[in-house]
């Protein structure tokens, strides 16, 4: 029959399979042994939900993304991560839930079938319904199709009660609807606003934070809840020629003195750079930039008032990074967003550690040439081209959770430019949103400290001049919405955002 070339599917009696905004393209033949035949004749995007609360459940959605990629499931986007009380049985460990989109050529039920397997491979049996389990993967969305058969029902039945399941797949869309797909996707929910009014319904975004609900980025064993207080990440440079402190901290000795110093300042990550990525740098290679960095890493890592403080390595090689998190960092920052090694994307999604990626075009040394600076609406390009870039980073196999987001403030931008970033970060969000809105729920980096549009602002030549106009660059990004502040100057910093937090929680329990 010529039509198996299209590809048969699904072998269920029973099923009914519509599409929504259109005549159907999957259709129902009978074979000579008499199984009802689904034909499906072109690739779909699909909706899959995770969730896990038995065993590690990072290692079980990690081992299901690999999973689906083996069986021809291409993952495009992830939403956010969320750490959810259990629903209908609540004797039982919390969830993490999460959904992705991807394509794939197999039909509803194959596909059901697919994922059947994979969750068996990662060790779920029968279980009690609702109950415990490893991993559970629903199929929520199946192109513009409606699905019903007496093993599968899709939209999934249940999406419209479940915050956990309703709130990753709002991630999952941009908030201008600009797909077919998606539109459709909307027309399915029983509210006439579509998913949002559906999401709202239940309470939206007033739902995250709570007690039952919040996001989560992992990094080590930890889950990190970003919302509860800005963090501050303390900058340590081990390079001779950095802008600010260069040469200062070259030896270990005075390296580890300078990490114990922040430490007790109020820093809650170190982030250690053996390559300055200053105006017009020169490029070093690996090898050099290992030599400076590892004999530092590894006493840092070993420093007793480490314990429950982060290290990030801030690198654009991926072999730096991949070396960095062998010898204890938690974190890979880079300032290219993997622009300047196409291997940074692949090696850092084998780690499975957080990656801030940064706005920035060109590299160091050609990032402030007159091409690299022009901008129509620096705000709204920021945004557009980093979401290129993390894009890409989930093509990869970066999940969206991992991704911390840095509009590179000082990186191939004027003073006038970076000015409208320190007052934009909201703007930044919001376009970002309009592209993914789960990205634009990522934890945001803001890295004034000490930048030169400052020092032009307030006449300040000599960089170590520049933390009074940093902590009020940094009080600006903190109430902007930043989530990481980025600072040579940690002690005077922690007060500038001690007093936001406090300001930010007290406009909070007022609204």
Known sequence: MNILKHGIISRRRFSRVTRY?????????????????EVCSQEQEVVIALGSNVGDRLYNFNEALKLMKREGIHITRHACLYETAPAYVTDQPQFLNSAVRAFTKLGPHELLSTVKRIEKELGRTAGIRYGPRPIDLDILLYGRYRVHSDVLTVPHERIWERPFVLAPLIDLLGSDVDTDVVSGWHSLAPDHGGLFESWEKLGGESLIGKEGMRRVLPIGNSLWDWSCKTSIMGILNLTPDSFSDGGKFQSVEAAVSQVRSMVSDGADMIDIGAQSTRPMAPRISVEEELDRLVPVLEAVTGMPEMSGKLISVDTFYSEVALEAVKKGAHIVNDVSAGQLDPQMHSVVSDLDVPYIAMHMRGDPYTMQNTQNLQYDDVCNQ??????????????????????????????????????????????????????????????????????????????????????????????????????????????????????????????????
């Open 21 to 37: 905004g259109g005549a159907s393209q999957i259709s129902f033949i009978h074979s000579l042994q008499d199984p009802l035949l």
């Open 382 to 511: 920021i945004a557009s081209e980093l979401h290129l870039r993390i894009r890409d980073a989930e093509s990869s196999g970066i999940p969206a959770w991992r991704i911390i987001v840095d509009p590179g403030i000082g990186f191939s931008k004027n003073t006038k430019q970076n000015l409208e970033i320190l007052t934009g970060l909201p703007k930044i969000r919001a376009e970002i949103a309009r592209r993914s809105l789960g990205l634009s729920h990522a934890p945001m980096l803001f890295g004034p400290s000490r930048k030169k549009f400052l020092g032009e602002v307030c006449s300040r030549s000599v960089a170590t001049e520049r933390d009074p106009a940093t902590v009020a660059a940094i009080t600006i990004g903190v109430l902007g919405g930043a989530n990481i502040v980025r600072v040579h100057n940690v002690r005077d910093n922690a007060d500038a955002v001690s007093l936001c937090d406090a300001m930010v929680k007290e406009k909070r329990a007022e609204a």
